[in-house]
Every structure is written in C-alpha cells, then in structure tokens.
C-alpha cells in the first residue's frame, strides 16, 4: 500500500522538531549516489547559510527524497540537477530544478493529485505511478 494512503488511513499524528533542512537535502542526494553516478548527473547545491525548520522529519524527508528521486528520473544522462534554499522572509524557499523531460503547461495544475503522470504513455522507459512516497 503506498505510504500517503496508509499515513491517511491512520491518522498519523506528526513530531515536529527541530531540523537541520540543508543535512535532509545531503542526505537525499546521497541516497541516490548510484542513480548520479550512473546517469552522470550534475548536481550543483547551493545553501546561502545553515536552515533550521520546525516539522515532521520522517515526513519531510519523504517529500525531499520523492522531489529528488522524480527529478533524477526524469533528466537525461549527462544532466545537471540545481537545489538550493534561500530565505524569502517569514519562509525559507527549496528549489530543485531539473533540466529533464518537463511537464506539460496544461498538466501543470494536475501534479499534486495522487498518482497524476504527466504524458505517462510518452515516456515508457519512466517507471512509476505518479505522487506515491514510500
């Protein structure tokens, strides 16, 4: 069962804390050193300074780990993947941009619906269901 239908089926209560946002970025991207290293992916960080954010780290680390994962999925060997994070006042903003395949401008709107895949049938080589973090 993907893990946002039994997070909702359990009514999960989340543990905020005290996170270090730059160390969950880090984290992610070395989880997936193969995938990097195997589609010789680029990838530049960029950190202005130390963030520390109040949430749920289990849950957050799912959220970044899912962006990156569908960003290194969808780039092209020799690709290069950008994060960073800047403060933007009352928030701090994280940036992943990838140079990959792209979503479609009338799909745009649809991709936070549970399971959506932009031109799924476009691109057979891609596996996956859509927004299903584990």
Do not use: W
């Amino acid at each position: 069962m993907p893990f946002l239908a039994r997070f909702e089926n359990q009514k999960q209560s989340l543990k905020k804390e005290k996170i270090y946002l730059n160390t969950v970025i880090l984290d992610s991207i070395s989880r997936y050193s193969s995938t990097i290293q195997n589609k010789n992916i680029q990838v530049v960080s960029e950190f202005k300074q130390d963030y520390y954010i109040h949430t749920d780290v289990y849950l957050f680390s799912i959220v970044i780990n899912n962006l990156i994962l569908n960003a290194l999925k969808y780039s092209d060997k020799n690709a290069k993947l950008a994060i960073s994070t800047t403060d933007q006042g009352d928030k701090i903003e994280c940036t992943i941009i990838d140079f990959g395949i792209g979503i479609a401008s009338k799909d745009v709107g649809k991709v936070f619906n549970q399971f959506f895949r932009s031109n799924a049938t476009e691109h057979p080589e891609v596996k996956g269901t859509g927004l299903e973090c584990r």
